[in-house]
């Protein structure tokens, strides 16, 4: 039996692990659940697995958990201090990361300290820290296993191979809800439409993240470090119907490549049982039925996030953490209203612009640089905010 705590039950991803752990009762016991504030989520989800932890986010109103969870001996801790505690609790074998921005750094440096095997979701933690997290890894034996998709079909064509023997990986991208539409289109694509992705059910802030291509930009930094792949042998190939999730080149010619339906819980269920194969809980993709399989180059003047990424990884030190900073506060803006689609990347490009550290040696000077960049995109989206009303 393998004891699982779950940071960010309440979102896409968390319900989906949730449903992995209730299809295998007798090989997952959830021991832990977080949320921020969606403490009714939190209460339904607690009631059901009577875990001995959970954790609220420090404005959450706690008490109604409080009641409940005492009814089975479970205590309730609070914030980011909560979040790192649940993540080194010694009853914890796996600690499933479904938080999503930089929040999650925290819980992951913890768990990596306390020597956890990580099932990680969350890509903004390893686009912030990479090196260094993984530094961490290596020194105490704490291991991560994705759960993004695209990560977990790298990692499962790696199976049995070596890093040294990749020639190139090839990310797929679905090219989220908006890749036929022109330059200008974008520039004022309502919320609506950003929010309908066509293959995947996510939180607002990845299906932005997919229509403006930055999801893939996290994903080629999130390789980089994952699998100590240097930028050049990291490749982006779109593929709509996106029933590859990546692939892997080897230097004697064979392409791997991992097929499935879209559905998280598959990827979810391999993180938590790796090395081993249990019984998938879901859908089961039929090879006479996928039709034509497409590729194409992405096309990162439409899309020019996917070269922001680039240049941040290129760049290396602090400005892939700038990014990612000013990418979740425009990301945050557009949803709520005060930004337009076409004014994300002109706030990542105003805040890359600035000279950031380009080594780093500690967590500190990383997360410096995040604030710093917050700063400064919130600063640009007021700016661009207010002159959309001039257009
Ligand atoms: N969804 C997918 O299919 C998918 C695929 C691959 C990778 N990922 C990655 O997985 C992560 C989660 O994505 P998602 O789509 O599941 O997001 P989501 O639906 O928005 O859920 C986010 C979860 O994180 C919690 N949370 C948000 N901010 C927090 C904070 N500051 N401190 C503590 N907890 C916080 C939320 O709690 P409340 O509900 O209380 O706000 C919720 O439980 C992201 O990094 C994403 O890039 C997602």
Redesign the pocket.
């Known amino acids: 039996m393998k004891n699982i705590a779950i940071?960010?039950?309440?979102?896409?991803?968390?319900?989906?692990a949730l449903e992995v752990c209730r299809r295998h009762k007798d090989k997952l016991r959830v021991v832990g659940l977080?949320?921020?504030?969606?403490?009714k989520?939190?209460l339904r989800q607690a009631s059901e697995f009577r875990p001995r932890t959970v954790?609220?986010?420090c404005d959450?109103d706690a008490r109604p958990v409080m009641r409940k969870v005492r009814r089975w001996g479970g205590r309730v801790l609070r914030?980011?201090e909560g979040?790192c505690r649940l993540a080194c609790e010694e009853s914890v074998d796996t600690v499933l990361?479904?938080?999503?921005?930089?929040?999650?750094v925290f819980p992951l440096r913890a768990a990596l300290r306390a020597k956890k095997t990580i099932a990680l979701?969350?890509?903004?933690?390893i686009v912030m820290g990479g090196a260094l997290l993984m530094r961490e890894a290596r020194r105490s034996g704490g291991r991560i296993v994705p759960?993004?998709?695209?990560q977990s079909a790298i990692f499962q064509c790696l199976e049995g191979h070596r890093v040294a023997d990749v020639e190139r990986v090839y990310l797929t991208a679905s090219g989220g809800a908006l890749y036929g539409l022109t330059k200008r289109a974008l520039r004022r694509v309502s919320l609506k439409r950003v929010l309908a992705h066509p293959r995947?059910?996510?939180?607002?802030?990845?299906?932005v993240?997919s229509a403006t291509l930055m999801?893939k930009g996290?994903e080629v930094i999130e390789a980089q470090h994952l699998f100590g792949l240097p930028l050049e042998k990291i490749a982006v190939v779109v593929h709509p119907q996106a029933l590859i999730h990546s692939m892997v080149a080897f230097r004697d010619g064979s392409l791997l490549a991992q097929m499935g339906v879209t559905d998280?819980k598959l990827?979810i269920q391999y993180a938590l049982s790796y090395p081993q194969r249990w019984q998938g809980v879901g859908l089961r993709l039929d090879p006479a039925r996928c039709g034509a399989l497409t590729f194409e180059k992405p096309d990162t003047r439409r899309f020019p996030c996917l070269g922001l990424a680039y240049e941040a990884a290129r760049r290396g030190g602090c400005a892939p953490a700038a990014m990612n900073a000013a990418n979740e506060v425009a990301v945050g803006a557009y949803l709520a209203g005060r930004l337009q689609f076409g004014d994300i990347p002109a706030v990542i490009d105003k805040v890359l612009a600035a000279d950031w550290p380009r080594t780093v040696s500690k967590i500190e000077e990383i997360l410096e640089a995040d604030a710093q960049a917050r700063e400064g995109a919130v600063r640009w989206a007021g700016i661009l905010g207010k002159r959309r009303h001039f257009r």
């Open positions: 940071l960010g039950s309440s979102g896409s991803i968390g319900e989906a977080s949320v921020r504030c969606n403490t989520a939190l954790v609220v986010g959450a914030g980011r979040l990361i479904a938080i999503v921005g930089s929040e999650a979701a969350n890509k903004e933690s759960i993004d998709s695209e995947w059910k996510m939180g607002p802030k990845i299906t993240d999801n996290l998280m990827p």
